[in-house]
């Protein structure tokens, strides 16, 4: 997982901040933000080379999972397309894109720490704050923070379905 984590970070990482608690990094969120968002042909065809480096550099994960292991997480990871966030428009937007909080701090208000100053930033630019969760169990605590479901995606070959939750600050 680390290869792979490390792989996705590297290709999202202009588009996105990494944001941390403090240089333990008991909580760690990827946010990406929509204006940063490859707008040009050029600059597609950039991210599309970006994503197909990345892929090619996580094959030592083949050792672990296998060929056919690797195959089937592509295929999965390629379903859980965000293009649902087309329902916003042009809106600008902030995609929570992942949030990991260190197992030994989990149940410590280390997600709070993360996605307040998040939706601060959201609620004083109006814009909105978006995310996908795969994990059921991950719903309440994202709607203790006013995001609401607003598509449930059956994921192909698999038993997952991606949970998509927006976050809309007052006055939008």
Not at 11 to 27: G, V
Request: proline letters at 3%; a positive charge; charged letters at 15%.
């Amino acid at each position: 997982m680390n290869i792979f984590f490390h792989r996705y970070i590297e290709m999202l990482y202009p588009y996105c901040d990494l944001l941390t608690i403090s240089d333990n990094f008991e909580a760690v969120a990827l946010v990406f933000h929509s204006e940063r968002e490859a707008g040009t042909l050029r600059s597609k065809v950039k991210y599309m080379k970006q994503i197909v480096c990345a892929i090619i550099r996580s094959l030592p994960i083949c050792r672990f999972i296998g060929i056919h292991g690797f195959v089937r997480g592509i295929s999965i990871l390629l379903s859980m397309s965000s293009s649902w966030l087309s329902m916003l428009g042009d809106k600008e937007y902030m995609h929570l894109d992942m949030l990991v909080v260190q197992e030994q701090y989990r149940g410590q208000g280390y997600v709070s720490k993360v996605i307040q100053p998040l939706l601060f930033e959201c609620r004083s630019r109006n814009i909105f704050c978006t995310l996908e969760t795969q994990t059921l169990s991950n719903l309440p605590i994202y709607e203790h923070y006013q995001f609401r479901t607003v598509k449930v995606i059956s994921l192909p070959n698999s038993s997952l379905e991606q949970y998509c939750m927006v976050y809309t600050p007052a006055g939008s």
